[in-house]
């Protein structure tokens, strides 16, 4: 698979004290509940105030959340859990975005951007949080889906502020948003599925998942560089979900892409795993801090547009077009 580590809330310890999620399908949705009830707003809670510090302006001044995870179901959603641990307005207006995968993570780019387009001076706060402990079991002849996902998916959380006229010497912005755009792949639907049992999250990953994704992603890809000046493949950065090793081979040889373009996806499953919709921001933040330790002249590797993907159940693509903001 090809990954070296990744970071996981599930431990001895946990398990210890809650046996039934060590189990193959003993009844635990209670137990596993729990745990990401703590973890997925613990870790988003973090990442968020990594963000807004960077960010440089007060948490009063967030109009909007947009969070995303496929960790946890809840009512009240977690998007007011971490607003009210961030201290944010309790006039914040919140989108929840649940069960979307892998995908998340693009998809609340995409609705930060709609927010802060047709919202004069807002600025969204989108988070991405995911905790496997949802579907973590012990392995099982009979679900061999389940040994892969075990092997592949790790936690994680990301956040990153968004909003339009930046304040110049204030603000300073890493991407611009040029378009965004999403694509189901035709005769996918059962690719990648999950269902919320008693014993918890039970998924699919069929191994077809590859090759599905290369039969539409020329078209795909086709329809984001026609809002990026029609720049050639390897004219572009590249931001995509490292969903798995095979994805991104078949990614590359379909694009033609020349090997270092999915570097930074490569690195990110390499020492994180699959952190689902958290996944393709880390990969975001690799490419920026990348070009700045390499003297590049703009946040995405010296090129002026790139393309941030993510892939997910449906199969869904989204995808957004991203301009490189220059470097001094």
Request: charged share 20%; aromatic share 6%.
């Amino acid at each position: 698979m090809q990954i070296d580590k990744r970071h996981m809330v599930v431990r001895r310890e946990l398990l210890e004290e809650n046996p039934s999620i060590a189990s193959y399908m003993d009844n635990s949705m209670n137990a596993r509940h729990q745990v990401v009830m703590e973890w997925v707003p613990k870790l988003a809670k973090e990442a968020a105030e990594k963000a807004i510090k960077e960010w440089g302006r007060s948490v009063s001044e967030i109009t909007h959340i947009v969070m995303a995870t496929t960790s946890v179901v809840n009512m009240p959603g977690v998007d007011l859990l971490v607003a009210k641990s961030l201290g944010l307005s309790p006039k914040v207006r919140r989108v929840m975005l649940y069960q979307t995968g892998c995908w998340g993570g693009a998809a609340a780019l995409r609705v930060a951007k709609d927010l802060a387009e047709n919202n004069k001076g807002a600025r969204v706060l989108i988070v991405c949080s995911e905790c496997t402990a949802i579907f973590f079991r012990a392995p099982s002849e009979e679900y061999l889906d389940g040994l892969v996902g075990q092997g592949l998916f790790g936690d994680g959380a990301a956040a990153v502020v968004v909003g339009s006229d930046p304040i110049p010497e204030v603000e300073h912005p890493l991407f611009e948003i040029q378009w965004s755009g999403e694509m189901v792949v035709p005769d996918s639907e059962t690719a990648i599925d999950g269902h919320l049992m008693e014993a918890g999250m039970y998924y699919h990953l069929r191994p077809e998942i590859p090759k599905l994704i290369s039969k539409s992603i020329e078209e795909f890809v086709g329809d984001a560089r026609a809002q990026a000046e029609n720049k050639e493949c390897n004219e572009l950065f590249w931001a995509v979900h490292p969903g798995g090793v095979a994805i991104l081979n078949q990614i590359e040889n379909q694009l033609a892409l020349v090997s270092e373009k999915l570097t930074a996806s490569r690195e990110i499953l390499r020492n994180y795993g699959n952190m689902a919709s958290a996944c393709v921001l880390f990969v975001l933040d690799q490419i920026r801090n990348k070009s700045i330790k390499a003297g590049a002249s703009t946040t995405g590797e010296g090129k002026e547009f790139g393309l941030l993907i993510g892939i997910g159940p449906g199969l869904t693509m989204e995808c957004c077009v991203l301009k490189s903001v220059a470097l001094n």
